[in-house]
C-alpha cells in the first residue's frame, strides 16, 4: 500500500511536467528558431517506411475508412467570432407521433453556431454525447452524426438525462490536422551513448534527416519498428544505453491557441484512492488463481497492474523505474503471477537504461502462454503527435506476434484496451488531442477486429462515465474496467 503511494505521487508529476515543459518551451522559443524548424521538417520524414510492403494493402484501405470530414479553414483575417461556440449551439428535439415511451430512440438535431449565434454551415466538429443516470450511477454512449452542413443528430436511448459534449471545433481540428502533418516531430527524444567514461547525448526519433548528420538505425530487426539517433560524435552507435523524451514544443500562434481554450469543463484530478472492499480482492484471488497475467503498454494499462497487485503480498519492483516497469508480483500461495512492462518507443518516459525499452511484439514472442496465461495490451497514448502509419505499423507488429501466440498456445486469453478521452488543455490538445485518440482508436479496432481477442471497451466506459475524463482513469472506472478482465479470463466464476 505504500509502495503504491509512492507510484502514484510520481505518475502525477510526470503529468505535471509534461505540460509544464511545454509551456516552458513556448516562453523560450526563439522566433529565429523557426527557419531551422522548418528546414528540419522537410526532411524529416525522408527516409520513414510509411507503409511496409506487408502492410500496404491493408492499411490504405484502413487509413482511408477512417478519413474525417473536411474541416473549414479558418477565418481570414481570423476572428473567433467566426468559429464554432457550444454555448450559442442549439437542439431541438425531433418529433415524433404518438409520443415517446422508455426504452424509444430519442433524436435530438443540434445546429451548431459560431460566437455571433450564426448558424455553422460546415460540418467536421467532434461531438460526443452520453446519458448518464447518477442515482444508478450508470450511463452510456449515444451516437451522433454529422451532416457536414453544421447540424448533426444525436441519437439517444430514453433511458435517462443525456448531454452532448463539443470536444473539438472544426476549426481547432483544422489547426490539428495541420499540426500533425507540417510538425509530426513535435516529441523529441534522446539517448545517451556512454563507452568507459566517456558519454554523449544525442537526439532520437521515429525519423530523422539524415542530410543533416549520420544516422544510427535501431530499427527492430525483428518487428521492424523504424527508430533512429543521430550518431554521437564520436562513440559508436552500439553504445547506446539510455532513452527519454524531450518535448520539444510546436509553432501555433496566438489566433490559433484561442481555438483551444476551454472556458469550462477544466478539471484538476487528483488520484483519489477509493477503499476497494475485500469482496472484489476475493474476487480477483479466486479468478486469479493458477494464472499468469502479463500486462504490456502505457501507463493506462499499469494502472490495472497497480490495482490488481495492492493485495498480492510479493512484489518485485525496487530496480524499475516507476513508470517503465519491469514489475513482478506473485502469490505464491493461490499460484498467481502478475508482469507489467512498458512499450518500447516513442514512448515518452523518464529517462530508463535501455535494457528496458522493450517492443511488446517481441515480449509476446517470448511468453509460453496456454489456457492459464491472461495478456492485457494497450498501446495507444504516445502515438498521437506521429502520422497514422506509425501507430499503424506498431499495432501490426502486435497483432503479428498475437496470432502466432495463439497459434502456438491457443488458450490463451488476449485483451487490448482501447484509448480513452482525457482532460484537455492547450497544449496537451495539441499533442493528444482526443481526435488524435479518436482516430487511433478506429485503427485499433479494426487492426484488432478478429476473433481470439477481447477489446477492453475503456472508451465508452470512460466517455459514459459521469466522473470527469481523465488520462488516467480515477479508479472507479479502473475497477469497472478490471470487473470485465476478470469476467473475461473467469467466465466460470460469473466474473
Ligand atoms: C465578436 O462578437 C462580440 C459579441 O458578439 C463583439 O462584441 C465583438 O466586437 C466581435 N469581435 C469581432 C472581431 O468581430
Ligand atoms: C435529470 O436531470 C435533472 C435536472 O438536472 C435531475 O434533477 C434528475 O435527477 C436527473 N435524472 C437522472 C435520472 O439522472
Ligand atoms: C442539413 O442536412 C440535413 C441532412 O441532409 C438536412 O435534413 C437539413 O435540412 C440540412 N440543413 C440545412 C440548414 O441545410
Ligand atoms: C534501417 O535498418 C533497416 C533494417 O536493417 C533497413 O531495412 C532500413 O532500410 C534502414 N533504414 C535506413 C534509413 O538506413
Ligand atoms: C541503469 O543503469 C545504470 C548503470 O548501469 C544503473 O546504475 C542504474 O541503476 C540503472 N537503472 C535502472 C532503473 O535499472
Not at 523529441?188 to 544525442?202: K, M
Not at 497492474?305 to 506473485?330: M, N, R, W
Not at 502456438?408 to 481526435?435: C, E, F, H
Amino acid at each position: 500500500m505504500q509502495k503504491q503511494t509512492i507510484y502514484k505521487y510520481t505518475l502525477t508529476v510526470y503529468l505535471w511536467f509534461s505540460i509544464k515543459g511545454s509551456l516552458i518551451f513556448f516562453c523560450l522559443t526563439p522566433l529565429s528558431s523557426y527557419c531551422i524548424l522548418k528546414f528540419y521538417l522537410e526532411h524529416f520524414f525522408k527516409i520513414y517506411t510509411y507503409l511496409s510492403p506487408e502492410n500496404t494493402q491493408e492499411g490504405r484501405r484502413l487509413l482511408d475508412s477512417i478519413t474525417w470530414p473536411e474541416t473549414p479553414p479558418l477565418p481570414k483575417p481570423f476572428s473567433l467570432n467566426l468559429t464554432t461556440n457550444g454555448a450559442k449551439s442549439s437542439f431541438s428535439i425531433v418529433l415524433r407521433d404518438g409520443g415517446w415511451r422508455v426504452g424509444d430512440e430519442l433524436m435530438v438535431r443540434i445546429q451548431l453556431r459560431d460566437y455571433n449565434g450564426n448558424p455553422k454551415k460546415s460540418g467536421g466538429d467532434y461531438l460526443t454525447s452520453r446519458l448518464h443516470n447518477r442515482m444508478l450511477g450508470a450511463g452510456v454512449v449515444g451516437q451522433v452524426q454529422d451532416h457536414l452542413n453544421g447540424t448533426f443528430t444525436a441519437v439517444f436511448p430514453l433511458l435517462w438525462n443525456g448531454t452532448v459534449l463539443l470536444v473539438q471545433t472544426s476549426e481547432s481540428i483544422t489547426v490539428l490536422k495541420r499540426v500533425t502533418e507540417e510538425q509530426p516531430d513535435r516529441i523529441w527524444f534522446s539517448s545517451d551513448f556512454r563507452f568507459g567514461s566517456v558519454t554523449e547525448t544525442s537526439t532520437c526519433n521515429v525519423c530523422l534527416d539524415a542530410d543533416k548528420a549520420p544516422l544510427c538505425n535501431f530499427t527492430d530487426l525483428h518487428t521492424g519498428e523504424q527508430w533512429f539517433c543521430y550518431k554521437p560524435k564520436t562513440l559508436d552507435c552500439n553504445t547506446r544505453v539510455s532513452h527519454v523524451v524531450v518535448f520539444r514544443g510546436l509553432k501555433i500562434n496566438k489566433e490559433e491557441r484561442l481555438l483551444f481554450q476551454r472556458y469550462k469543463d477544466y478539471f484538476l484530478v487528483c488520484f483519489l484512492y477509493i477503499t476497494v472492499n475485500d469482496y472484489l480482492f476475493n474476487l480477483i484471488i479466486a479468478c486469479l488463481k493458477g494464472k499468469q497475467v502479463h500486462m504490456f503498454g502505457d501507463s493506462t494499462t499499469r494502472q490495472f497492474y497497480e490495482f490488481i497487485t495492492k493485495k498480492l503480498p510479493s512484489k518485485f519492483d525496487k530496480h524499475s523505474t516507476p513508470q517503465c516497469g519491469p514489475f513482478l508480483a506473485v502469490d505464491h500461495t493461490n499460484d498467481i503471477m502478475m508482469t507489467f512492462r512498458c512499450h518500447g518507443p516513442p514512448l515518452r518516459n523518464y529517462k530508463i537504461n535501455l535494457s528496458q525499452l522493450q517492443y511488446v511484439a517481441n515480449e509476446l514472442d517470448r511468453l509460453n502462454g496456454g489456457p492459464n496465461t491472461v495478456v492485457v495490451v494497450g498501446v495507444w497514448a504516445h502515438f498521437g503527435s506521429f502520422p497514422m502509419e506509425v501507430y499503424y505499423q506498431r499495432l501490426m507488429a502486435i497483432r503479428r506476434a498475437v496470432g502466432r501466440l495463439l497459434n502456438r498456445a491457443p488458450g490463451t486469453k488476449v485483451i487490448i484496451r482501447t484509448a480513452n478521452m482525457k482532460d484537455m488543455n492547450v497544449d496537451s490538445s495539441l499533442y493528444n488531442s482526443d481526435w488524435y485518440s479518436l482516430q487511433r482508436d478506429k485503427v485499433l479496432r479494426a487492426v484488432f477486429k478478429h476473433p481470439g481477442v477481447l477489446l477492453l471497451e475503456a472508451w465508452e466506459m470512460v466517455q459514459a462515465h459521469y466522473l470527469p475524463h481523465n488520462l488516467h482513469p480515477p479508479p472507479g472506472i479502473i475497477k469497472l474496467m478490471v470487473d470485465m478482465i476478470l469476467s473475461n479470463t473467469c467466465p466460470e466464476n460469473g466474473g
